[in-house]
């Protein structure tokens, strides 16, 4: 079947920095998305990642090992509005979204 | 980026009544449209994905006949709860795709309370 495990809660002081694993398997991979959706909100995008490596985006970044059928999500310098829950999905060879059940991360003062 | 909207953005109903959401792309044609299912603290659950122009994929488990989804145009799907229950109560989120719908945007969701 196909699964996507991640940690179900997180908790990181604010200004450090945390980083939220994943690891997938699936039927096919074409593409990685990390989302993040705050408590009564829809998921908001973060990132995608399709070939192996890191790509950075401000204070977010993201890895890719499609060998590993691994990624993680790296926050820097903790703000207290990144409380939130980071979704992990992977499209699979239908090009549909598998999810994971999210990580929820607390950030404390 | 690409837009979508949802409508409403929370209703309550009674039991036994039929509430029907609204997705819309606002600023491109999306090809394919998804609806999913979110209940308090667990994960996105795809309820159906949708072409337009064609019939509904529906996930195994839900109800065809309960959540009818209509995706009559390249900007517009809907989804029926049709005699809602109490335990239909949930966050449904709706999401769009163009092209290869790699990507998908989302809708910011809709609050069903069924009394």
């Known amino acids: 079947g196909q699964n996507i495990d991640q940690p179900t809660e997180m908790t990181a002081t604010e200004g450090a920095i945390v980083q939220i694993n994943c690891t997938y398997q699936?039927?096919?991979?074409?593409?990685l998305f990390w989302y993040q959706q705050h408590a009564g909100e829809a998921p908001t995008f973060l990132s995608y990642?399709?070939l192996d490596g890191l790509e950075e985006k401000g204070r977010f970044s993201s890895f890719l090992s499609r060998s590993k059928g691994y990624s993680y999500l790296l926050l820097k310098e903790l703000q207290m509005k990144d409380s939130a829950s980071y979704l992990c999905a992977v499209t699979d060879s239908n090009y549909q979204l598998i999810w994971g059940a999210g990580t929820k991360l607390i950030i404390k003062p | 980026g690409a837009v979508v909207s949802q409508h409403p953005s929370r209703v309550i109903c009674k039991s036994g009544t039929s509430v029907k959401i609204e997705c819309r792309s606002l600023d491109f044609q999306a090809t394919t449209m998804f609806w999913y299912r979110q209940f308090p603290k667990q994960s996105l659950m795809l309820m159906a994905t949708?072409?337009?122009?064609?019939?509904?994929?529906?996930e195994q488990g839900v109800e065809k006949d309960k959540f009818l989804i209509n995706h009559a145009s390249l900007t517009l799907s809907t989804l029926t709860v049709t005699s809602a229950h109490p335990e239909d109560s949930s966050f449904y989120i709706c999401s769009a795709a163009a092209g290869d719908h790699n990507e998908q945007f989302f809708g910011p969701g809709t609050r069903l309370t069924v009394l």
């Open positions: 990642n399709v």
């Open positions: 949708s072409n337009e122009g064609s019939k509904a994929t529906y």
């Open positions: 699936t039927s096919g991979f074409n593409g």
